[in-house]
């Protein structure tokens, strides 16, 4: 080839690849949109569940797996999913899963019967389950400058914590005017304007030799994953029983076939090697520790601010939104600050910093002011914005590219994980320690076995009886209640500050990439 074609193609492959650049922060826009959808929707029918139940009158058991249901299905194909993106394209999953949640949205918001609804969930958690790995996936191709794309992954990380945290505040604003079905239909314009620029906007991007999707893996995966998921929730609900057992035996005999496949398949789901990789495996255990804080400490605060505090649901929302400022504050800068100092000193000390957080919870009682909870709550967040974002940044830079969304799929599965493990693990504490309370001798054994359920059943068990009785019943389920929150949360700092420690070994020597990739 003369100089001349030489300099001819240099100069057209720069063009091409400025177009490109040109057009990526407009791209991740599109991007940040279909993750903040999925995470508010994570959150947002919490408030509504009260008007649905008088709606729909579903019963206990189905009313538990309406609010189940979407993180199980996610949870279960978030892998698959990934790998997928990898064959037919991250673009091409991402905008047929974005027209899919717009219209599984709409069948939620007019379900007319339990069954409806809980149908509806699990095919919003299928569309849903296409979106996550297929963002971050594509924020991976797009975004070739290591240090633009830890910024990119801050911006994508922030706005999954800040949508899961505008959840209920948006929840309570629309159920303030309109009927619960609104919470679902908000999703129907946003997704509507994703997929009209993300046509023209985002880059199509998938591995050019990623063999077959192998369905048998798809299978295994989503029982393997679902059944240890919903294991882990049950025992912080009605603790160890059979079926508890039977569902973790389950999904974890599905895990290990699932991971036994792997090895022998020319084209796996999902490339087992990458967890021989100290620094892959480190950032997946505290990706997976750190929302096992953050999901642990929002869902007992948030009983705390309402049963015990006398919080209304907006309030208690509004009251918990100094975690997602943490977040976005941190999550924006992770990137920047772990090249000038370093990648362990940032994950351990998020890490450490969402420990000590919990471990001052261990202080609170029942007239504890906000100051000391809104701090927590702000530390809790800036620790979690700076371990989340660099573990992702991390996990994603261990792989080459075109495997990038399979790697994606490991940080979100690790995330819906911790979500799950923290709920359950310290859950259940919060439990066990609560049902040891003594209720009055007036009250009648049916309403004292409610009471004992749960801190809102002892409310509700509190209306039947003459009110000097609900006083001191009440009074004493919120002790007990706030002496296992203070059990919890010491049990959490101690598993947040050990996984710190571990974390400074585990990614020792671990570093950002800072050239570009050509």
Not at 94 to 106: D, M, Y
Not at 221 to 242: F, Q
Not at 299 to 327: D, T, Y
């Amino acid at each position: 080839m003369s100089r001349i074609e030489q300099l001819t193609q240099e100069k057209g492959t720069e063009a091409i690849t400025g177009r490109e650049s040109r057009g990526r922060w407009p791209a991740l826009c599109v991007l940040v949109l279909a993750v903040l959808l999925v995470a508010v929707d994570a959150t947002v029918l919490g408030l509504a569940t009260p008007s649905l139940s008088e709606d729909l009158k579903p019963s206990g058991t189905q009313l538990l797996w309406i609010g189940d249901i979407y993180s199980f299905v996610i949870a279960g194909l978030l892998v698959s999913m990934g790998s997928l993106g990898d064959r037919m394209g991250r673009k091409k999953l991402l905008l047929v899963g974005a027209t899919a949640f717009g219209a599984v949205s709409v069948l939620n918001a007019y379900a007319t019967s339990p069954e409806m609804m809980i149908v509806a969930r699990a095919l919003l958690g299928v569309a849903g389950a296409t979106l996550m790995p297929s963002t971050l996936a594509l924020i991976r191709n797009i975004f070739h400058d290591p240090k633009e794309r830890s910024l990119a992954i801050g911006i994508w990380g922030a706005t999954a914590s800040a949508g899961a945290a505008i959840g209920p505040v948006v929840g309570g604003a629309l159920l303030q005017h309109f009927w619960w079905g609104s919470v679902f239909l908000i999703n129907l314009p946003v997704m509507i304007a994703l997929v009209l620029v993300g046509i023209k906007l985002l880059p199509e991007s998938k591995n050019p030799v990623a063999g077959p999707w192998d369905l048998v893996s798809v299978a295994l995966s989503l029982v393997g994953v679902i059944g240890v998921v919903y294991a882990v929730k049950e025992v912080a609900t009605h603790g160890p029983t059979g079926q508890v057992w039977a569902a973790a035996a389950i999904g974890a005999g599905a895990l290990y076939t699932f991971v036994r496949r792997q090895f022998t398949l020319d084209a796996p789901l999902l490339d087992m090697r990458l967890f021989k990789h100290r620094g892959f495996s480190g950032a997946v255990l505290a990706d997976l520790l750190t929302v096992f804080g953050l999901s642990g400490l929002l869902f007992f605060l948030s009983q705390f601010l309402q049963l015990v505090q006398g919080r209304e649901p907006l309030e208690a929302g509004l009251a918990e939104l100094p975690a997602a400022l943490g977040a976005v504050a941190t999550g924006l800068a992770a990137g920047r600050y772990a090249r000038r100092y370093s990648v362990r000193s940032i994950v351990s000390g998020g890490l450490i910093a969402i420990g000590l957080s919990l471990a001052v919870l261990t202080l609170v009682h029942k007239e504890t002011g906000y100051p000391l909870l809104g701090a927590a709550l702000l530390v809790v967040g800036l620790g979690a914005g700076f371990s989340f974002t660099v573990t992702a940044d991390v996990i994603l830079s261990s792989v080459p590219k075109e495997q990038a969304g399979s790697a994606s799929a490991v940080s979100e599965t690790a995330y819906e994980l911790g979500a799950a493990l923290g709920i359950a693990v310290l859950g259940s504490i919060v439990t066990g320690v609560y049902q040891g309370f003594t209720a009055p001798a007036p009250v009648p054994g049916p309403l004292a076995d409610a009471a004992h359920e749960s801190l809102g059943g002892a409310v509700e068990a509190a209306r039947s009886v003459d009110p000097a009785t609900a006083q001191t019943m009440v009074g004493a389920a919120q002790e007990a209640f706030v002496d296992g929150l203070r059990l919890a949360s010491g049990v959490g700092a101690a598993v947040l500050l050990a996984t710190g420690v571990a974390a400074w070994f585990l990614l020792k020597g671990q570093r950002l990439q800072d050239g570009v990739e050509h």
